[in-house]
């Protein structure tokens, strides 16, 4: 069973700091994963989509990378703003049933960024 | 263009009674998700349509759920004999065929008392 671990569950950093949000799963027959925010009361919203054959995804501020064979994804925020403050996740989809198949995500990491 | 869209918003109910919930997909997706979020964890998926056929029904909890898409677009998620576990945010994706890009709508939190 494919498991999705998000560590810290909280961070609080400074506004201009460079961060890293972590992301680890224990299968890596993924056909790709998802980076997602989240921010209170409100519904998921699409940042990064990485194929299992990409490495990396950029947009803006933010980029994406998969290492599948170590079970490992990162996300990097540049130059964070307070209005980066919100929930990320992370989620994978396997292989096995490939394309249009079901997410398996994280619990999250919460991020405050302080003006 | 639109985004997914649920209706309604906020749905409180009382334990024991029945509820359907909806789903407006991004038009075009042939692929619509399910999924179930409680307060601090991730969404749960619960069931996955390819256009009008459940693909995978493997998360719905027990028989009490119950999820259609008649004519492969709009969506209702159907739960008989509510109880207080079922209390969560109930979140609805689509995604384009061959693509797993999902794309959320902003969920309907169901409270049951």
């Known amino acids: 069973k494919q498991e999705v671990t998000q560590i810290p569950a909280a961070l609080s950093v400074p506004e201009g700091e460079n961060l890293v949000l972590n992301c680890s799963f224990t299968?890596?027959?993924?056909?790709?994963l998802q980076w997602f925010r989240q921010d209170p009361g409100k519904g998921l919203t699409s940042l990064l989509l990485?194929?299992?054959?990409?490495r990396e995804q950029t947009s803006g501020r933010l980029n994406a990378s998969l290492d599948k064979s170590s079970g490992r994804s990162t996300l990097y925020i540049a130059a964070s703003q307070p209005g980066d403050s919100a929930t990320y996740l992370c989620?994978?989809?396997?292989?096995?049933?490939?394309?249009?198949?079901?997410?398996?995500f994280g619990k999250g990491i919460t991020l405050s960024v302080r003006p | 263009g639109a985004g997914v869209s649920q209706t309604p918003s906020n749905k409180v109910t009382e334990k024991g009674k029945y509820v359907e919930l909806r789903c407006d997909p991004i038009?075009?997706?042939?692929?619509l998700y399910w999924y179930r979020q409680s307060l601090g964890q991730g969404p749960e998926f619960l069931i996955y349509?390819?256009?009008?056929?459940?693909?995978?029904d493997s998360g719905l909890p027990n028989d009490r759920f119950f999820a259609v898409r008649p004519e492969g677009s709009v969506s209702t998620l159907k739960i008989q004999r509510t109880e207080r576990g079922d209390s969560a945010v109930y979140l609805c994706?689509?995604?384009?065929?061959?693509?797993?890009?999902?794309?959320f709508g902003p969920g309907t939190r169901l409270t049951v008392l």
């Open positions: 994706a689509s995604s384009r065929e061959g693509n797993n890009e999902q794309f």
């Open positions: 299968d890596s027959a993924i056909y790709n």
């Open positions: 990485i194929q299992s054959s990409q």
């Open positions: 989620a994978v989809s396997l292989i096995i049933t490939g394309a249009n198949s079901k997410l398996t």
């Open positions: 038009s075009g997706h042939t692929a």
């Open positions: 349509f390819q256009g009008t056929g459940a693909a995978d």
